[in-house]
């Protein structure tokens, strides 16, 4: 079960996915969820991987720096990256949304962990774009980062249906349980 920050967003998303396609770009605001706002990110696909165009107030704080331009395989430590990668290419390929949970540790030697979700998001051709993001801390805690602050990824799963297809559900057929 995710954090109910992370559950609302992919609600969010869910309820904006068009019959198979991802929800558009411009059909997504954060005033649709307001109280998330400085948590979210929005990163750009360009060849070499994924790169931030806007990040929530949160984001920008933990981190200890502007975030705009920079790759989002930053945000991972260097084990991290093959595993945030892989995971925000299959959010694309497959059309859903995927959560990573992750740790990093503070200047005081604790440890925040966080989920990390990451949804794509169509321009009007409906080709997948832009990656929606969101950090949330799964427990709520004092946390004082910086700049050499970096997650470490512990899992990937997914976070809802592909867009546009229902969940998948257990069925029963002559008593005998089906997919």
């Known amino acids: ?33 307001p109280e998330l706002a400085p948590r979210l990110f929005l990163a750009e696909r360009p060849q070499a991987g994924p790169t ?12 200890g720096r502007g975030l705009k331009g920079r790759p989002l395989a930053e945000l991972w430590t260097e084990q991290s990256r093959p595993l945030a990668q892989r995971t925000a290419l299959r959010a694309v390929r497959e059309v859903r949304p995927f959560v990573i949970t992750a740790e990093g540790p ?22 997948v774009t832009r990656l929606l993001g969101l950090m949330q801390p799964v427990a709520s805690a004092g946390f ?6 970096r997650l ?10 592909a867009a546009g297809r229902p969940a998948l559900s257990l069925a029963a057929a002559d008593g005998r349980r089906t997919a």
């Open 144 to 149: 004082e980062a910086g700049p050499e602050f």
């Open 52 to 63: 931030l165009r806007l990040a929530g107030e949160f984001v920008e704080v933990l981190f």
């Open 152 to 161: 470490t990824a512990r899992l990937a799963a997914v976070a809802g249906p």
């Open 106 to 127: 503070s200047r005081y030697g604790e440890t925040l962990r966080m989920e990390v979700l990451l949804a794509p998001l169509a321009d009007r051709d409906d080709q």
């Open 1 to 33: 079960m995710f954090h109910s920050g992370t559950q609302s967003l992919v609600g969010c998303w869910l309820s904006l996915s068009r019959s198979g396609h991802a929800p558009r770009r411009t059909d997504f605001s954060p005033a649709l969820i």
